[in-house]
């Protein structure tokens, strides 16, 4: 996946990476985007557009023909081109069928900011499990569920219903927390310090932090990584990533949520 020259990686993403789709795609639709007053469609599409996201932007929601003035479609499969990325934003139920007409779309990365899964007990593993089974099948990857989105500056893409939008600079973030993730925007903004990259990772259902790691180690937009973590899915994953990461570039790793509340 990357390019090794006496033992060192020479910063450069292979373009065949799976998580290029993740953090330079060129296309994104958000499924779930509407007008409606405190929708986490609404604000996520709203802060793409805001941003002015390099790339396309589809709007997909069944109930609208128009969304912030622009087209809307029903369904993702409705859209006549190439979607890279999908941000779902609909409630938990709905989402083995959505995941289902994205895999037949052929999309390959999917930000689920929707909550109501394996963080609210029993019944949400369940729909968790479905979800990851029907994602695995069509070879699609899952950012979160339960998390706040991803930001990317260089491509001026806030796929996240955060109120502010990062300052660009060369420090990336990953957290399993989006409150966290969302108090440390606050503060950098007031202080002036930008970044590269914001991952809420939410429940790490599937992309975790090696996953992350092992992108961002070759991203010549890093140059210094942040991690907040709870807890570890793939540790072996995680510590491959991390030792490729931490081998060419400073990772700083806080760990939270030992006590039983955590």
């Not at 989006?178 to 108090?183: D, M, Q």
């Not at 503060?187 to 790691?213: E, H, M, R, T």
């Amino acid at each position: 996946q990357y390019n090794f020259l006496i033992g060192r990686v020479i910063f450069m993403p292979s373009n065949t990476h799976f998580l290029q789709s993740l953090f330079n795609p060129s296309s994104i639709a958000v499924i779930g985007a509407s007008e409606r007053e405190h929708s986490v469609g609404a604000k996520v599409f709203s802060n793409l557009m805001a941003a002015k996201f390099v790339g396309k932007i589809y709007a997909v929601n069944p109930k609208h023909k128009r969304v912030q003035e622009q087209q809307c479609f029903a369904s993702i499969k409705d859209i006549p081109e190439k979607v890279d990325l999908v941000i779902i934003a609909t409630p938990a139920e709905t989402l083995p069928a959505i995941m289902t007409e994205c895999g037949e779309k052929k999309v390959k990365i999917a930000i689920i900011v929707s909550s109501g899964f394996s963080e609210v007990g029993k019944s949400g593993k369940t729909l968790e499990a479905q979800l990851l089974q029907i994602a695995d099948h069509y070879g699609i990857r899952v950012i979160g569920p339960n998390c706040l989105g991803v930001m990317r500056t260089d491509i001026k893409m806030n796929a996240t219903f955060d109120n502010n939008f990062a300052l660009p600079g060369n420090i990336a973030l990953i957290s399993q927390s989006g409150a966290l993730s969302a108090a440390i925007l606050d503060w950098s903004i007031n202080k002036g310090i930008g970044f590269s990259s914001l991952v809420s990772l939410g429940n790490s259902a599937d992309i975790g932090f090696g996953d992350i790691l092992e992108y961002l180690a070759a991203d010549p937009e890093t140059k210094s990584i942040l991690l907040y973590i709870e807890g570890i899915h793939n540790a072996q994953q995680f510590l491959n990533g991390l030792r490729t990461a931490a081998s060419v570039k400073p990772v700083i790793v806080i760990k939270g949520g030992r006590q039983s509340q955590g």
